[in-house]
């Protein structure tokens, strides 16, 4: 625990008057630190702030022994803070004012931050240091630091004026450079003590009188960069060691100036002090001297010999009055008298090291300024650049000398081994006849034409001496040109180019050597640029209509319509492009580019493929996937899909198709080749059957036997005439009912699946895609479903045996025809066959009727746009399906004749003739529709027929008859809704009268006319009564005649499909919907129409349930949902919804056969039961029969 103190004492302290000395009192403080002090500083009052203090500052161990000798303690109070780590990054925290004794805080070049605030407390201070921290704050906050002796504040970010530390009077050192204070020297006028004032680069202004009390005192005064004016030859202070005074407005004469015999740094730079150079001999310790840019004069001579013997540094630089340079005698004496050290009051500047005089007029040889400098030991710098230097740079090799009186014929100057830089830049030098051994940096840029002695360049790039050379032309290059060549010297890879000049030059990638390449080495290192011809770097520009593209210098003439202005670098043609033939340039289109005998237009705007250049727009191939129209037509146009697998240029056809297409647009198959799938392949053999595609084939076959065997079986079972007394219904034949009206409805899925299929881009033109690249590959077996003429063509190898145009366009015609043909057929079998030829017709109207009118809406669709879209000339439009037809070709129109009249049968007889039959069956059943079923069930079924006008009825045998059978029709209907198991029926007084043995019914049903009187739950089944007893009356009327109507007799089996007779309109609005969704597939909004048709259709299923069976309702219903679905899923191209689409109604149907049977069903068995026993009922008798519906859940 000693107490330090880093106060310098003046020399003239002692003499001086000073209150105390600075020895007496440090004395004193050392005794008092040798008091008694406590061990454990913890315990002091100060031993909690101190630790504060330094967490802020960055220090959280206050018992790091790295500490020691940092922090200081007097008894309990801290005495000096010490803390100069780079590192400490911390911050001032006002708790510092606590430590009243503090004496000594340095926190020098450290990053520690804070304001000059939280000293101000601290009126003991006596030593402040806080260089290059980062403080600030105004220095008015060290007021009550009255106690300073040093205060070192430069290189913050202090502010404030002088006159703040007016009261700090025993300051000895102030360094304040390097921050915003301001102020005047007056401020300093009660500072006697000042020894060191560091004021650079401040704001602070005054005169130098204002500090001439300090003539005595001061040592260091440094006021660079500042407002600072005076004279300095009334300037006394005697105990100067330093002055910097740069760039100020101070003036005098240096002769008269300082009169202190310390002088060791002048640093006048910048300033107006003038007079002799000569001056600097009144200072004998003088080191630096810095008198760059001011009103200095003078030269070297023999005066100059044992002077300043201690200067080390020379500035003279900028000096426009100085001359340096001896002359005459004295010139003579200094260049050949040289003298050692046994002769120190001869030397001439023995410690030298640094001699600047750039920019000075020296004017005279450069021996003149070497020779005088042979005995400098030390100099090792000399910078003399734009000093208007002339001769040569010799090899300081002297002749005819004297060394301490010796004569010496030869000799080598202490010069020669200790310079290592020589500045010689922008002299007017001629050449260098050796570089010193021991220089590293030799600069001669600007001197204009330097002869280099052979070998100098070599040794200087061998040594690694720094040459520049930059803006000098060797008068001599050979040298130059064998380094380059011997690859010492090495071009750099990147070349500059001079605009003006119109050359461009490479450097060197030596480092060591710095040039200018056009006046180094010019035919070696650059060329003309493009534009430009001559050699190296003269360059003249190349005439009108001429050009030059390389470096090669040589003008070329343009070629015949082009033109090039002066200087040009290629020639521009007036039609197309400048291009390399091979004999010679020519004008002509580029690659990418066409002519079109005008102008030259870019390929991609028609659709063209240019890879080369020189291309005609007509004869330009088309790119990938499009194709031209006509022949010699300019724009390619995009093809149908798939694009690429249809248009391929590479196959080099006049209208640019693939190999085996032709027509508009690749759309027709070429000879030798068939259609399927909307694609064109090569036929493999001539026989029957297709050998990569007979599943077709044999899945058509397939289904139609089914389906003939399916016909001749229901017909044989309908013509057999079994009479049984009981006959018996078991779940199978359950099953078939239902499967026989669910069938229908799968196939017309499935025809309408096919049909929508239009809708997806892979199903265009009525096919698919290649099968290896579309999503949808079963849609070609979907549409065999059809039992179109289409699928028979794809199954059979008709295309290859014959000419494939003929088989197609006779497919396309027979394919909407066939059914009708097949219609006509069945009307003459009706001729013979009474209602057989109709109940055929009507079958075959199921199966062929979606694929016919498809046929018929293919025939007639034109293809009126491209691939994307695009309309095609309309004399150019040609039919889908029969791509070499055009839509608009007269000579064809047996064509438009076959499809309007098919779309008409398709479209409007065949639902007309439904829409007769409709009439038909309503005018026959309207007179039955007046007769209705009543019923009253208590202990007993009852029911009967109620005539609703009122009217008795004719007592006729045959009227008497077909009430009967009506009246049990009717009682079967109430029968299988209300009643289970076996029951007794009996006909009695014109009541039918139901009993089941051994039970008394609890329900109560009444009568159908008082149905507004019932509950809810009675209504409904009322209601459904009343449906089923219509429906079996129905049966009967049709029955009855059945013998008279032959359009009733044979579509007998449409009308028993449905639930009412009436509910024939359903049938034929599934046909107009099939018509309509054939219409639509093909137009712009196809997507969204399908879609709405679809779904309105399942809307009408689900709201009418016209068929008998609930399960063929459900199927119906779901079956148009699903085609609604398959819409989208075609649209967006999604096959696994499509073919979900496909497979849910088939889920269904196996799901519904779980439950085949319905209360419907049970009716009409009830009734075909009671139909055979009508003469037991009309004879009185009891009949019993079994009531039961079937199910295997």
């Not at 540094?313 to 340096?324: E, G, S």
């Not at 006049?654 to 259609?675: K, M, P, R, V, W």
């Not at 027979?814 to 066959?833: K, N, R, W």
Request: proline share 4%; with cysteine.
């Amino acid at each position: 625990n000693t107490l330090e103190l880093d106060v310098s004492v003046s020399r003239s302290s002692e003499s001086s008057g000073s209150p105390t000395s600075l020895a007496e009192t440090s004395q004193r403080s050392q005794r008092s630190q040798r008091r008694s002090q406590p061990s454990d500083k913890s315990k002091c009052s100060e031993w909690s702030s101190l630790r504060l203090i330094l967490e802020k500052l960055g220090v959280h161990q206050l018992s790091d022994p790295k500490l020691g000798g940092k922090i200081r303690w007097v008894g309990c109070y801290v005495w000096k803070i010490r803390l100069t780590d780079a590192t400490l990054s911390g911050t001032l925290d006002d708790r510092i004012g606590e430590l009243q004794r503090l004496h000594h805080l340095d926190l020098r070049f450290t990053k520690v931050a804070g304001n000059l605030s939280s000293l101000q407390r601290l009126t003991k201070l006596q030593f402040l240091n806080l260089q290059g921290a980062k403080i600030s704050g105004d220095i008015s906050s060290l007021k009550p630091l009255t106690q300073l002796l040093e205060l070192y504040l430069d290189s913050t970010e202090v502010t404030g004026d002088l006159l703040n530390l007016q009261k700090a009077t025993q300051i000895r050192k102030l360094y304040l450079g390097s921050t915003s204070i301001t102020g005047d020297l007056k401020s300093l006028q009660q500072h006697e003590w000042l020894q060191d004032l560091v004021l650079a680069d401040t704001k602070v202004t005054g005169e130098l009188a204002d500090l001439q009390h300090l003539r005595k005192t001061l040592f260091t005064f440094h006021a660079e960069n500042t407002l600072v004016t005076g004279d300095l030859s009334k300037i006394i202070w005697t105990e100067l060691v330093q002055l910097k005074l740069t760039n100020t407005k101070v003036t005098g004469n240096l002769r008269m100036a300082l009169k202190s015999k310390e002088l060791k740094e002048i640093d006048l730079a910048g300033t107006n002090v003038s007079g002799d150079i000569s001056a600097l001999f009144q200072w004998k310790q003088l080191e630096e001297v810095d008198l760059s840019g001011t009103q200095m004069s003078g030269r070297l001579g023999r005066a100059w010999r044992g002077q300043v013997p201690e200067l080390r540094i020379l500035k003279l630089t900028n000096c426009k009055r100085l001359a340096f340079i001896p002359t005459g005698e004295g010139l003579l004496d200094l260049k050949h008298q040289f003298f050692s050290n046994r002769f120190p009051e001869n030397l001439l500047l023995p410690k030298l090291i640094i001699l600047e005089l750039s920019g000075s007029p020296l004017n005279g040889n450069l021996m003149d300024l070497l020779g005088p400098l042979g005995m400098c030991l030390a100099l090792a710098s000399i910078r003399a650049a734009g000093c208007g230097l002339t001769g040569r740079l010799p090899s300081l090799l002297f002749q005819d000398v004297w060394l301490d009186h010796d004569h010496w014929s030869i000799w080598h100057p202490a010069l020669a081994a200790s310079l290592q830089t020589l500045d010689l830049a922008s002299n007017q030098l001629s050449g260098v006849d050796q570089i010193p051994q021991n220089i590293q940096s030799l600069i001669l840029a600007g001197n204009p034409e330097v002869d280099l002695r052979h070998g100098v360049l070599r040794s200087a790039i061998v040594a690694g001496t720094f040459l520049d050379l930059q803006h000098v032309r060797l008068t001599n290059s050979l040298e130059a040109k064998e380094l380059l060549e011997a690859n010492i010297l090495v071009e750099s890879p990147t070349a500059s180019m001079s605009i003006a000049g119109g050359y461009a030059c490479h450097d060197l990638s030596t480092k060591s050597l710095q040039i200018t390449p056009e006046d180094f080495l010019p035919e070696e290192l650059c060329s003309c640029a493009p534009g430009w011809a001559g050699t190296g770097a003269n360059c003249t520009r190349c005439a009108n209509n001429t050009f030059s593209s390389d470096y090669s210098g040589n003008c070329q003439k343009c070629p015949e319509g082009s033109r090039a202005e002066a200087a040009g670098t290629s020639c521009r043609c007036a039609f197309g492009e400048l291009l390399e033939a091979p004999e010679g340039m020519t004008c002509g289109c580029e690659e990418g580019y066409a002519s079109d005998q005008k102008s030259y237009v870019p390929c991609h705007n028609w659709n063209l493929a240019c890879p080369t250049s020189g291309m005609e727009l007509r004869s330009a191939l088309p790119k990938l996937g499009f194709a031209r129209l006509m022949a010699n037509d300019k724009l390619a146009l995009p093809c149908l899909p798939p694009r690429e697998t249809r248009c391929n240029s590479s196959a080099g056809s006049a209208n640019q198709c693939a190999n085996g297409y032709q027509g508009i647009l690749c759309s027709d198959c070429a000879e030798h080749f068939f259609a399927t799938d909307g694609l064109c392949k090569a036929c493999r053999s001539d026989g029957w059957m297709r050998p990569e595609r007979p599943e077709i084939w044999y899945l058509t076959v397939s289904i139609i036997a089914v389906l003939l065997a399916g016909l001749a079986y229901v017909w044989m079972q309908s013509a057999r005439n079994v009479e049984a007394t009981e006959p018996k219904f078991s779940a199978k034949d359950a099953i078939k009912e239902q499967l026989k009206g669910q069938g229908p409805i799968l196939l017309q899925m499935c025809q309408l699946w096919a049909v929508l299929a239009l809708l997806s881009k892979d199903g265009q033109d009525g096919s698919t895609t290649d099968a290896k690249a579309s999503p949808f590959r079963e849609i070609p077996y979907v549409e065999a479903l059809q039992f179109s003429l289409e699928s028979f063509k794809d199954g059979l190898n008709l295309q290859c045996r014959f000419q494939g145009v003929t088989v197609r366009l006779a497919c396309a015609l027979m394919a909407p025809m066939a059914p009708l043909l097949v219609l006509m057929c069945c009307l003459v079998v009706e001729v013979f066959a009474r209602g057989s030829g109709i109940s055929a017709g009507l079958q075959a109207v199921a199966l062929l009727y979606i694929g016919g009118a498809s046929s018929a809406s293919k025939l007639l669709r034109c293809q009126s746009v491209d691939g994307e879209g695009g309309r095609l000339p309309k004399e150019l439009a040609f039919r889908k399906w029969l791509p070499h037809l055009f839509c608009h070709d007269e000579s064809l129109q047996f064509v438009d004749v076959v499809g309007y009249a098919s779309a008409v049968c398709y479209g409007l007889v065949i639902p007309f003739c439904l829409v007769y039959l409709y009439a038909k069956q309503h005018a026959v059943l309207r007179p039955g529709r007046a007769t209705v079923a009543a019923a009253v069930h208590q202990e007993a079924l009852e029911v009967r027929l109620v005539e609703l006008k009122g009217s008795s009825w004719d007592k006729t045998s045959l009227k008497e008859r077909a009430l009967t059978r009506r009246l049990v029709a009717a009682s079967a209907a109430y029968i299988s809704v209300l009643m289970r198991g076996r029951v007794n029926v009996q006909l009695k007084d014109g009541v039918v009268v139901v009993k089941a043995p051994g039970q008394s019914s609890q329900a109560e049903l009444g009568d159908v006319l008082s149905l507004v009187k019932m509950d809810t739950g009675a209504v409904g089944t009322s209601l459904k009564c009343r449906a089923i007893a219509e429906m079996l009356m129905e049966r009967c009327i049709l029955e009855e005649a059945e013998g008279s109507e032959r359009i009733l007799a044979g579509s007998k089996n449409l009308l028993l499909k449905y639930a009412r007779c009436r509910s024939l309109y359903m049938e034929i609005v599934q046909k107009l919907v099939a018509v309509a969704l054939v219409s639509v597939v093909g137009s712009e909004d196809s997507l969204e129409l399908s879609f709405a048709i679809t779904m309105a259709m399942a809307a009408t299923s689900a709201m009418v349930q016209p068929f008998l069976h609930p399960q063929v309702n459900a199927l119906q219903c779901c079956c148009f949902l699903c085609l609604a679905l398959a819409a989208v899923s075609f649209g967006f191209q999604w096959a696994w919804l499509s073919r979900s689409a496909l497979a849910v109604p088939f889920l269904l149907s196996f799901s519904l056969t779980l439950r085949p049977d319905s209360t419907h069903g049970l009716a009409v068995r009830l009734w075909q039961d009671l139909r055979q026993r009508i003469q037991q009922l009309e004879e009185g008798q009891m009949v019993e029969i079994l009531v039961e519906t079937f199910t295997f859940l």
